[in-house]
């Protein structure tokens, strides 16, 4: 069931409809606060407009790093274990 969240982000009020729980919605509002502040912190003449464009490709670059992380990670688990595999044979 869909709950809906008062968040701000950029000192800016959102309402999200979401199915997740209320420390998810926070955690995720806390993340996305935190990208977007330091963006803003680094240039005070920056739009709100181009703070979220940045802060969405940070965001992305976060996720595409962690999902390759995580590929990698696989990977050599894999390995491990067809070594392991090997070793009883």
Same mark, same amino acid.
């Given at each position: 069931?869909?709950?809906?969240?008062?968040?701000?982000?950029?000192?800016?009020?959102?309402?999200?409809?979401?199915? $997740?729980?209320?420390?998810?919605?926070?955690?995720? #509002? +806390?993340?996305?606060?935190?990208?977007?502040?330091?963006? *803003?912190? !680094?240039?005070?003449?920056?739009?709100?407009?181009?703070?979220?464009?940045?802060?969405?490709? $940070?965001?992305?670059?976060?996720?595409?790093?962690? #999902? +390759?992380?995580?590929?990698?990670?696989?990977?050599?688990? *894999?390995? !491990?274990?067809?070594?392991?595999?090997?070793?009883?044979?």
């Amino acid at each position: 069931m869909k709950k809906t969240y008062e968040v701000t982000i950029l000192d800016q009020k959102f309402m999200l409809k979401t199915e $997740n729980n209320e420390d998810h919605v926070k955690r995720v #509002t +806390d993340y996305v606060n935190k990208v977007m502040h330091a963006i *803003k912190m !680094r240039s005070s003449t920056i739009s709100t407009q181009n703070v979220a464009i940045l802060g969405a490709l $940070n965001i992305a670059e976060d996720m595409y790093a962690k #999902t +390759d992380e995580t590929k990698e990670i696989i990977a050599d688990w *894999k390995d !491990r274990l067809n070594d392991l595999i090997d070793l009883k044979q």
